[in-house]
């Protein structure tokens, strides 16, 4: 399968804990974006990556949420001291930039629970 | 910042009947448009795209959109639904040159019924 790949696909926590995401775009996609979506609603988006440079970050939820892309390949999302409020689907996806037209490739998402 | 207003959140057909979902954005500038689908258990995938050119775009599955400048709305069709088209529906936007996170809609629950 070449799609995008997350994991783990569900993760649950305790509040205050820590967590991370790990998102694998499509292996010839220079932008990785990750986005989070809660019941009832479409996907918000948080932030971009165009190969390792994080190119919008001010739509991140809070200053607990960081995310990385070291060597413009996987990226990691991490969420510190987890609230009730973070419990949602995180969903990454990636795109080729100009040659593909922008079209994003959603991957599954990883479904966080906070307990 | 724009805003995707889908105005269906639960829409409920029987096979074969017509189906027009709606879509508006309230961004006026340069927009890129799409359509995403979201089958039971699966992941979100294009069903359509609109950037340039002519504002009738046709997709996946027999679906088309109908990009309205003037209303701002991006309205998804289809002429004969299937059981097997039961799924959430997202319109989604981004500003032009599409380089940046999408806006999407709350979404669409469409349920047909054989």
């Known amino acids: 399968d070449t799609g995008v790949s997350q994991d783990p696909r569900h993760k649950i926590t305790k509040r205050g804990q820590n967590v991370t995401f790990r998102c694998d775009p499509i292996?010839?996609?220079?932008?990785l974006y990750w986005y989070r979506q809660t019941l009832g609603q479409g996907p918000e988006f948080l932030t971009y990556?165009?190969?390792?440079?994080?190119?919008?970050k001010s739509r991140l939820l809070s200053d607990r949420f960081s995310a990385e892309r070291p060597k413009g390949s996987f990226s990691t999302l991490e969420i510190q001291r987890t609230e009730q409020g973070d419990s949602a689907m995180y969903l990454c996806?990636?795109?080729?930039?100009?040659?593909?037209?922008?079209?994003?490739?959603f991957g599954p998402g990883t479904r966080l629970t906070v307990l | 910042a724009q805003s995707v207003s889908q105005h269906n959140h639960h829409v409920i057909l029987s096979e074969a009947a017509s189906l027009e979902l709606g879509c508006n954005y309230s961004?006026?500038?340069?927009?890129?448009l799409f359509w995403y689908v979201q089958y039971p258990g699966q992941h979100l995938q294009l069903l359509l795209k609109?950037?340039?050119?002519?504002?009738l775009v046709k997709g996946i599955k027999g679906f088309e959109a109908e990009f309205i400048k003037s209303k701002f709305s991006f309205n998804l069709r289809k002429p004969s639904v299937q059981w097997s088209d039961t799924a959430e529906y997202f319109c989604?936007?981004?500003?032009?040159?599409?380089?940046?996170?999408?806006?999407f809609g709350k979404g669409t629950h469409l349920i047909i019924q054989p």
């Open positions: 996806a990636s795109s080729h930039g100009l040659a593909g037209g922008h079209e994003q490739f």
């Open positions: 292996s010839e996609h220079n932008r």
């Open positions: 990556f165009q190969n390792e440079a994080q190119l919008e």
């Open positions: 961004y006026g500038g340069t927009v890129n």
């Open positions: 609109y950037f340039s050119g002519d504002p």
């Open positions: 989604a936007v981004v500003l032009g040159g599409g380089a940046d996170g999408l806006t």
